[in-house]
């Protein structure tokens, strides 16, 4: 079968097309939300432009599609496909089919397997926590719309992310509850700078507003905040599947004294503090260090946990930051989490220190800190 990314690489495509007349779906908004997609329609022009949006079938990326399709935009709405969960795929073919848009779907289950779910369990395996989040949008979501955007010789690309862009820098939105920034850290400037951020200036609670208005399907389908590739609660479970081998050992405070025994390490992660299985005299223990090579669990007071320094690996830099330089930034660890002013040397191409202006609360292994001056994404690392 023929599509317009049939050099896609490793895709197996559903075609669905939709050459309906726009049936103006926006003018069944009430104010103030009319006012702004009249608004977003003027602001924004999209008259005849093509544009690929990644449509997962949840109510983001549909109001985004429904935004840009009400800014005149010529859109066609592709679905990736990157696990035997995907519990939404039939949910995008039928809001496709809602707001009238040519549709293709792409199956990426082997690139997510071998970029994504490989990679998350060999973190694990080392005791890091890795976000495998921040490295699905840069290697398999945009990855995959620029690669389908270059087939179909379409420059611009879209997404439902709560995120800016502003000369191909990711910037901060409107509603910082939602904000998705930090986890677009590492996506190349050249493919933020064909993306079309529509929900930049919306809060969520419009976005469902908008959504019941205009009769969206299913939009009060609960959020999708947990890692894709497993059930929650189920992460032990995953990565025995997954062969990464669980044994019983010790748990140590920070001198080596021996305090218990555990199951498996599998069950601990740094900062972790409930579900121990220990008692001290000396006030509550956190989890201060997983060891899988020797099975330990290292328990530490808060204090511990608290640090202002910290090494960052595999870092980006999207200013031009040259190797001994320092720069200001403010420095994020967590989706969601403070932003804290600090001092950034870059070591080398790859390595950066970082000193906090304070102390922050267990930063571990394998997470991102993330740069920001102001709203504006400036790079990144994962901490080592």
Known sequence: MSTPFENFPHSLWLFHDRTSDDDNLGSHLQPPLKHYVKKYRTDFNFAGEKILIALSGGVDSSIAAFLLKEAGADLHAVT???????????????VADFLEIPHSMVDMRGRFEN??????????????TPNPCIDCNVKMKWAGLVECADGMGTERIATGHFAGERGGYVIRPKDSSKDQSYFLYRV????????????????????????????????????????CFFDKGKLAEFLADEGVEDSAGEIVDMD??????????????????????????????YVVDVDPSRARIVLGPRDALMQ????????????DVETGAEASYGV?????????????????????????????????????????????VAGGGFIA
């Open 188 to 227: 190349p400037r050249q493919w933020i700078m064909r993306t079309v951020f529509p929900l930049e200036n919306l809060l969520k609670t419009e976005v469902k507003t908008i959504a019941g208005e205009i009769g969206l399907p299913d939009f009060k389908r609960g959020e999708s905040n947990e890692v």
């Open 115 to 128: 970029a994504i779910i490989r990679k998350f369990v060999e973190g694990y395996a080392r005791g890091a």
């Open 332 to 376: 994020q660890i967590r989706h969601l989490g403070e932003e804290i002013p600090a001092n950034v040397v870059r070591r080398s191409e790859s390595t950066a220190d970082v000193r906090l202006e304070r102390a922050i609360f267990a930063p571990a292994r394998g997470q991102s800190a993330v740069f920001y001056d102001g709203k504006r």
């Open 256 to 285: 080596g004294a021996i305090l218990g025994e555990h199951d498996g390490w599998r069950a601990f992660t740094v900062g972790q503090r409930r579900g121990l299985g220990v008692a001290s005299s000396e006030g509550r223990l």
């Open 80 to 94: 990736f496909n990157f696990t035997d969960k995907e519990k939404n795929l039939d949910d995008a073919v039928i």
């Open 308 to 319: 202002n320094e910290m090494r960052v690996t595999s870092t980006i830099f999207h200013d």
